[in-house]
Structure formats: C-alpha cells, structure tokens
C-alpha cells in the first residue's frame, strides 16, 4: 500500500451505490438527489483523467480537441437525460448555469485563489482578446433566437423552434471552422483545442485502459442523470426551492465540478493563461457545440427545445459575458478581481433562489 | 478596343433601362423593383468614381470629407425618396441595416476574404479604439429616444419627435466638431474625412467631367430610388417578404454595395486599416449625419420622422457595436472572426426575415 | 487685506443665510429650493478642503481613504435627509444621478477642457482598465436587484427589500475587502483610497481647525438639505419640472459641484490620470458604498429603500458605463471626446426632463 495516494474521488464514489440503493429501496427522492450529484462528480473527473491518459497517445492538436470536447461530457448527458424527460426549461437554465459558472464562479475561484498566492498575476492579453471576441459574438448569436422569440412566434406561430434549429447549424458549422482555424493556422493554442493541464507526462494508463475508463463512467454518469433528473421535481417541492435555481445553479455545479477543479488547481500554480483557457473555452463550447447539439438532438427526439433563455438568463449571460470580458482584457490579475467576480455570482445566486 | 476594361457596371447598368420600361409598360412590380435595386448599384459606384477623381484636385483633408460624405450619397436619396412616400419605417430600418452592414457584413467579408489571402491581418489599434470610443458614443445618443420614446409618449403627446429634432442638432453639432477636429488636429486621419482608397494617382477626369457624372448618377439614382420605393410595397406582398426585411437588408445592400465592395478590395491588399476605416466611418456617417439631417430634412417635409428604433433594431445595432467594437480593439484579425461577424448577421437576416 | 484671496466661496455662501430667511419668513419655496442648493455647494467645498488638511496629517494611505469617503459627504447628508422625508424615489435618482454625472459630466468637462488646453492628454492605461472592470462589475451588481425586481416581487412579496439588503451586504464587504486591498498591495494607488488633489504641501489648518471646519459644514448641509429636500415638492409644482429631472440631475449636481470643480482643475494641469481617478472613484465609491450604505440606514429608519432602479436608470447607467470604458481603455483623451460625453449626458438630461 506504499503507492497508495487518498484521491477525493474514492469518497465520492460511494454516493454512487448510495443513489442506486435510495433509489431501489425507496429511501427519499431527497437522497437518491443528493447521491446522485455527489456521485457524477468523481465520475466526472474521471472521463477527464482518461482524456488527459489519451491525449499522450495523440497529437498536441488531436488531444487538445478531445479534452475540450470531453471536458463538457457529464454536462451533455445530465442534459440529454433531461431532455429525455421533457424538462426543457432544466436543460436551457442549465446551459445558462455552466456558462455562468465558468465565467463567474470558475474564474472568480481561479483569480482569487491564484491571486492570494501568487500576488498580481500576468496572462497572455492577446490570447484573452481574442477568444473574449469569440465568446461576445458567440453569445449574441446565442442569444438572438430568445430576444426575438417572443415577436417571431407572435406572427409565425411555432416559428422559433425551427428558427433555433437555423441557428445552431450556423453554429455548430462556425465551431466546426473554429476547430479547423486552430488546426491549420500557425497559432499553437485556441480555446477550442485546450492544452493539456499536467505538464508533459508518460501516459500511466494504456489506450485501452483509459477507453474503458471512458466507457464505463459515461455509462454510470447516464444512469446517475436519471436518477438526478427524476428526482429534481420532488426535491424542488420537498426542500422549497425553485426548479430554475437548481437548473441554473445545481446542476451545471454537479456536471462541471472535476473540470472547475482543474482550472482552480492550474491558477494556484500562476499557469493564468491555461486557467483562462479552461474557463473560456468551456464556455465557447457550451455556447457553440453544446447548446446547438442539444437543440438538434432534441429534434432528432421529437422534443421541442429552442434557445427559449429568459429574461434573467439573458441579462445574466451578458453582464457576465462583458464582465468577463472586461477582467480578461487587461491581461492581468489580482485577488480583488475574484472576489468581485464571486460576489457577481452570489448575487446571481441569490436572485434565482428568490425567483 | 485594346483599351477596353471589362467592367461590372457596364452590365448592371442595363438594369437601368428595364426599370424604367416595367414601369412604363407595365411588366410587373417586382420587375421594377429588381431592376430599379440593380441599377442602383453601379450608379454608387460612379458617384465613388467620380468623388475619388474629385479628390485628386483637392488636398487631403478636403478630399477625405468628400469621400466620406459622398459614401452615403446614394443612401441618403433612397431615404429621402422613402420620406417623400411617407415610408417612416422603411427610412428607420435602412438606417439600422446600413449601420449593420457596415459592421457586420463589410467587416466580415472584409476579414474574412482579407484573412483568407493574407493571414492573420493588423492595423491601427490606438486608431481603432478611438474610432470605436466615437462609434459606441454614437449609438447611445442614437437610441436614447427610441428607448425613453414609449414613457415620453405617455406623458408628453407627441413630444417623440421633437425631442428627435433636438438630438438630431446636438448630432449634427458633434458632427460638425468632429469634421472641424479632423481638420485642425495633428492626426493624419479621422474616420470623417476618410482617406481615397486608391494609391496617390493621376487624375482620370477633368473636374468637369467628374461634376457631371456626379449629378447624372444623382439624378438616375432619384429616379431608381422612386421606382424601388414605388414598388415595395407590392413586392412585399407578392413575395410574401416583411416589409421589415426589405428595409432593414436590402435597401441598404442596394445603397451601399459599391462602397462595401471598395472595403472588401482595400482588405484583400492588407490594407486592413484603411478598409476599417472605410466600414466603422461610414457607421458613423450615418448615425451622426445622415440620420440625424433624415430627421430634420423630414420636419422641413412636413412627415413626422423620429429616431424610433424598435426592439429589434436596438438590440442588432447593440450587438453590433459591442461586437464590432471588440472586433477591432485587439489590432488584429483572422478569418476565422470574419466568419463569426458573417454568421451573426446571417443569423440577424434570419430574424428579421421571420419577423 | 493683503493676502485676502478672493474665493468664490465667499460669495456662495451668503446662499445659506438667504435660503434661513427665506424658509423663517416664507418668501416662497423656489427661494428656499434655489438658495438652498447654491448653500450647498461651498459647504461641500470646505468638507474637501478641510479634509485635504487632515490628510497632510496622516499618511498617503489613509489621507487617500479620507479623500475618497468625505468626497461624497454632501450627497450623502442630502440622501439621508431624503430618506427620513421617505423621497426613496428621489434617493434613487439621487444615486443614478451622482454616477452619471461623475461619469459624464465630470469626465465631458475635465477631457474637453484639459484637451482644448493640452492638447490630446494621456493617463495610466493599465490602471484605467483596471478602475474600469471594477466599475463594470459594481454597476452589475447594483442593477441586478433591479432588474430582477419585478419577477421577485411576484413570487415572493417585498422580497426585493431584503435582498436589496443582502447585496448592500455583499457590496459594502466587498468595499471592505477593496479597501484592505489597496492598503496593503504594492500598488501604490487605488480608486477607493485617492490621492490628494494637491502637490504636497504643509498644512494651513491645525487638525483641531480642520475638524470644527467638518463639523460646522456638515451641520450647515444637514440644515440646507432639509431645506432642499422640503421645498422640492413644491418647486416641481410651480416650475413644471419633473420630481425624476430633479433628483438625477439638480440635486446631484448640487451635492458634487465642488469635487467636479477638482476633478476639472486637475485636468487642466495635464494630471488627467488623477482626474480620472476623482470621477470613477467617486463613482465607485456611490456604487460600492454610498448606495448600499443608504440602504442599510433606511432599514434602521423603518424606511423600504431598495436598488430599485427604473428602467431609464437602468440604461442611463449601463450606456454611461460602458461608454466610459471605452474612453477609459485606449489611454488617451482629445477635447472631441469630452464634446461627446457632453453630449450624451445633454441628451439624457433632457430626455429626463421630458419624462
């Protein structure tokens, strides 16, 4: 046992078989929820630990896209399973919250943290404004089938749907050039194709190892969807709080927690650009990949999803959006910048749990 | 014929004639519209021609007002054509498509095709910074009294349109100061007194000569803009199109396609800043001048025109500030951003055309 | 009478016995109203003046904290005598007010004036960006109550008031922790702890001077602000202005006069980084500490004031943030600029009249 290293995840794990028993055996919707979200975390952490285990069999560019794209996987099957439900209003808060969380919470974590212990901390400003660039045209597009909603449907009836489906093709073929840009142009790095966060390392797990890893927590993170998903509506009327503050603020937590952790960890050793990168980047990919996949899935399943985001998720997603854009900008930062940016996102917080 | 240079306007200008025929004969209203937008075009172009040889005479400074106010020549007289048939609207949303064309649309071809030739593009930072300072100032006086317009309203009857006169002259004013700074600072340039597109030249035509085309192709455009005015309504309806749409795509494409294309050629020889200038000053143009003297030309005709932006439009010519505004601050550009600033007025033009 | 220097302070202040007179012996409301106001202004001047002298008696550190919390003295006093008359409205626009025209106003003045004087003026781009995210920031989260007002108050009557409550929390700690933060990081300047306005210089006024100095005026702003406060019902009535036109912009202007006449006499002598300092610290300091401050008094007065801004205040507030921003961002400042920042508080202003 001298190789033994305590690993939070052994913890966690054991909400697994706890939300499986609650769930058999009956004992509350309350814990089958609670185990449920506790249990997807570490099982989140490791569809990215076998990411990172791949990424040293492929290219820099190749690895790079895979940890991007697999670093948003539990979010996109806890909202698949939803979607399965018929619980569009949680889907769409919950691509609003992962967004939100990445940009406020996240990054406020990662500033802070990083800033307390590193002082006044520097990253790459060019790098910053352009994907701060992305990020603002990738939210308005985003945003542009909820402002108009309301009026299109008015003269169109149930044109907002298919108008959706418009959109997310131009998006998802944008973040298509987007990967394309980042494999042939001479820049090394994107947001899209995020480096990895261990330094340069021999792989501990063959390919075939980590696949089934892969495999296997995607498999238990559906099933740990369903019972999250089927036991939200009991717990909103049982705990009293509202459907949309766990869509927006629960949910993206419990599906995004092991990648936050990375980006925090990566802070905390003054690597600020990758921070930003994992930070940013998730959110270009849920802007841009994520919620255009989700709406044609739901087509494909004959659920009606449209970019229906709220008033409050609209002005949330842009005062975020130009806050972080603003923090980004001038290529440094310190603890007081966190501090504030965790604030913003308390009283977010705050504001959805009283909606 | 050795000396013959093809040139694309010696065919749409074909389309002149058949405007004119279909209305006379009769041929069908949407013939004369086609015909009659069509033929705008090339005529924009002469009236460029035309201002640019103008300029040679000139010094600079002189010039480069001539260049930037004749811009929007063929702008200006479709609109006053469309308060002179009392097509407020129309007159409102082609105020907003050629600021969004400008921005979205130029930019983007320009940034796109440029980038594709040429890679990733510079230019002036601080230059740009200072133009987007002006623009983003701009759009707030713009919609300040479309967005306070409803509650002025309520209280005060009627007091929209006044209160429109009265911004329209601090507009006019500001303008005027900024032409005045132009013309007395040490800068070499201003986005109102735009620089020729062309290298240093001889002179093609006498002053004459120049004058003349001037006031044939301004003569032919009235005539073009009464036929394209004339007939939208029916077309609208024939085609099922909004009316909307109309004004806020095509209307302003038609007045404004020669100069977009002037942007898109200076891009694809690098001259990214000169193209710039060329799409953020003709932005401006029409919020500080044009705009505001439709405003006041409109009073002087007795047709209650007011800056009455609706939701829409507020919100496109937001986005496209911000967006264009963070576009330009980083003082480069690749065509992967070109490709974004297309997608989100594709997506804009989507909207609309719902709507 | 040699070394007599003439003070416009001297003058002003015969307002004051006036504005006693005119309340004892009813010489009519507009009397009271307008002396009044005019009594305020070089009260307010003797609070910055004697705390200018206090702060050559303690260090930078804390001289910069006085220099900022006693900037806001009179707008303070004014407020809270508002608060115990119940005006929460007029608290409101109060507010509103004070930041647009420190932002505005202040900034129009200073950039046109020290621009015509000297020409295109420089100041601290990385500290101006850095101001300007905490701004962006303090503006977001006051305007969050606001927004999301309306829909809480449907779920959850007279929710609003405790959450405001809750955010006044979070904002004043946060303003703790900005304090503490410029005490004790390397930077040598913050905008919550400004330096003086003056070159170093000895002392004229004993501290014990310096303190009967604050004392007095601030007793005679709380008399004059009662008078203000009193009359303004009725000067509504007979002048036909509007309760909102007065409070976002007379009372602000009358509480901010003398630390805009510094703001602008600073730029005047080139040192346009320390005159942007004055007015987005003062700004800040209204956002982070005036407002939420207010709102925790009127609680312990038994009074329901909350962030519940109305829709012009909303957007006057975000357009005036952004736009100073943006002229923040670029390090550099020409008169044209000012011009436009006068403008766009101009238009307001009298879009705010009309109301």
Not at 57 to 71: E, F, V
Not at 164 to 178: E, K, N, P, Q
């Amino acid at each position: 046992m001298k190789n033994f290293k305590f690993d939070y995840r052994h913890v966690l794990m054991l909400a697994i078989p706890v939300a499986l028993l609650a769930e058999t055996f009956g004992w509350g919707l309350v814990v089958v929820f609670i185990a449920a979200a506790v249990g997807i975390i570490p099982l989140a952490g490791y569809i990215g630990e076998a990411t990172e285990e791949l990424t040293a069999y492929t290219g820099p560019k190749i690895g790079g896209l895979l940890n991007a794209t697999l670093g948003n996987a539990a979010e996109l099957i806890i909202t698949i399973v939803a979607i399965k439900a018929g619980a569009v209003e949680l889907v769409i808060a919950s691509i609003t919250g992962s967004i939100l969380g990445n940009l406020l919470l996240v990054m406020g974590l990662s500033v802070l943290l990083g800033g307390l212990k590193n002082g006044k901390q520097k990253f790459d400003r060019s790098r910053a404004t352009s994907y701060a660039t992305m990020m603002i045209l990738a939210m308005a597009a985003l945003m542009i089938p909820a402002i108009f909603g309301d009026f299109i449907d008015i003269n169109h009836h149930e044109a907002l749907q298919p108008f959706s489906l418009g959109v997310a093709g131009v998006m998802i073929f944008i973040y298509g050039l987007g990967i394309y840009y980042s494999f042939t142009s001479s820049d090394e790095e994107s947001p899209l194709t995020r480096p990895s966060a261990h330094d340069a390392h021999e792989p501990k797990w063959s390919v075939r190892t980590a696949v089934i890893v892969l495999i296997i927590a995607t498999v238990a993170i559906v099933f740990m969807s369903e019972a999250l998903v089927g036991s939200i509506e009991h717990v909103v009327t049982e705990l009293g709080w509202s459907e949309f503050f766990v869509g927006i603020i629960i949910v993206p937590l419990v599906g995004n927690a092991a990648e936050h952790m990375v980006a925090v960890q990566v802070a905390l050793k003054n690597r600020m650009t990758l921070s930003m990168e994992i930070a940013l980047g998730s959110s270009l990919q849920i802007a841009l990949f994520v919620a255009p996949l989700l709406v044609i899935i739901a087509a494909f399943m004959g659920v009606e999803l449209a970019f229906s985001f709220n008033t409050f998720e609209q002005v949330s997603l842009a005062s975020a959006g130009i806050v972080a854009v603003f923090i980004f900008q001038d290529g440094e930062s310190n603890w007081m910048e966190g501090a504030q940016l965790l604030a913003l996102y308390a009283i977010l917080g705050v504001a959805f749990f009283f909606i």
